[in-house]
């Protein structure tokens, strides 16, 4: 039987949609049955084994999206196996340290006892919705921060540990 994945994501400008796409093809390449899909149109995680949410970070807050998702589903996803990442950074700051998840996503964390969080640079680009983003862009703080390999190699761990824990017969659920 396969692991069912789910990969979540709230994101305004597609920058968060773009990690989370890129996280759902590692989990495929190492067997597991992944979605991507937007959180606001996901409307049973009953199916799933393990699920990734993330969302951008705009003012310092997850994305909307991905906190009404991890509330909307809080009872079933804490029983899973739950992934949590960011992406918002405007600066290499995520690729030189660790940065913390924001209060939504510590919030979400601990609710759903999250295997993990990790958060990514972000990217903003000509174009981005909201006044705020297009301030950004026109004092030149904006363009794109994403590390791929990193995104890759977090991605490959969800897959091992996921592998691995479904190889452990005794355990109850995918939890690492």
């Known amino acids: 039987m396969s692991i069912k994945a789910l990969v979540a994501h709230g994101s305004t400008n597609g920058s968060t949609a773009q990690i989370a796409e890129r996280i759902g093809e590692v989990l495929r390449e190492h067997g597991l049955d992944t979605e991507v899909r937007p959180a606001a149109q996901v409307g049973d995680v009953a199916p799933y084994d393990v699920v990734v949410i993330g969302g951008a970070v ?13 509330r909307r589903n809080a009872d079933q996803l804490s029983r899973k196996a739950v992934w949590l990442f960011s992406s918002g950074p405007l600066d290499a ?5 660790s940065i913390p998840p924001v209060a939504g996503a510590r919030r979400a964390m601990a609710h759903l006892d999250a295997v993990e969080h990790r958060t990514f640079g972000g990217c903003l680009r000509e174009g981005a919705k909201g006044r705020i983003a297009r301030s950004l862009i ?9 590390d791929f390999d990193s995104v890759t190699a977090w991605a490959e761990r969800i897959a091992t540990q996921s592998l691995g824990a479904r190889a452990e017969p005794e355990r109850g659920d995918l939890r690492t």
């Open 93 to 97: 700051s995520a690729a030189q340290r």
């Open 138 to 146: 026109t004092s030149g703080r904006g363009g794109d921060f994403r």
């Open 58 to 70: 705009y003012a310092g807050r997850w994305h909307r999206d991905a906190r009404r998702f991890a």
